[in-house]
Nanobody
Framework: VQLQASGGGLVQAGGSLRLSCAAS????????VAWFRQAPGKEREGLSC????????TYADSVKGRFTISRDNAKNTMYLQMNSLKPEDTAVYYC????????????????????WGQGTLVTVSS
């Protein structure tokens, strides 16, 4: 499966961006889809995920209330709506998917995913 992330860019603090991740396969086949980010010198951080057959999305505390994950199976695309952006949100953002089911506790763990997009840079200026 190939994932193509897009939508990154430069935005002022308090602004918004929407990231997209287009998948080559059928999004309805995925057991879990997720967004991660990695800032320079830091580990990759799980931001949000949607598990198929779950009650709803999961969010990291750092983005809860500001970011919203969604998926459009008809378009084979997942999104990350990012509002109230802060300079500390500056990072390369990655989408990832897996085909098999995953438990809640592993949904935001980077090691749970094999298929990754190429990353899109988000820069938030103060």
């Amino acid at each position: 499966v190939q994932l193509q992330a897009s939508g990154g860019g430069l935005v002022q603090a308090g602004g918004s961006l929407r990231l997209s991740c287009a998948a080559s396969g059928s999004a309805s086949d995925y057991g879990s889809v997720a967004w991660f980010r990695q800032a320079p010198g830091k580990e990759r951080e799980g931001l949000s995920c949607i598990r198929t057959y779950s009650n709803g999305p999961t969010y990291a505390d750092s983005v809860k209330g500001r970011f919203t994950i969604s998926r459009d199976n008809a378009k084979n695309t997942m999104y990350l709506q990012m509002n109230s952006l802060k300079p500390e949100d500056t990072a390369v953002y990655y989408c990832a998917v897996r085909f098999t089911r995953i438990v809640y506790s592993m949904c935001l763990d980077p090691s749970s995913y094999v298929h990754w997009g190429q990353g899109t840079l988000v820069t938030v200026s103060s």
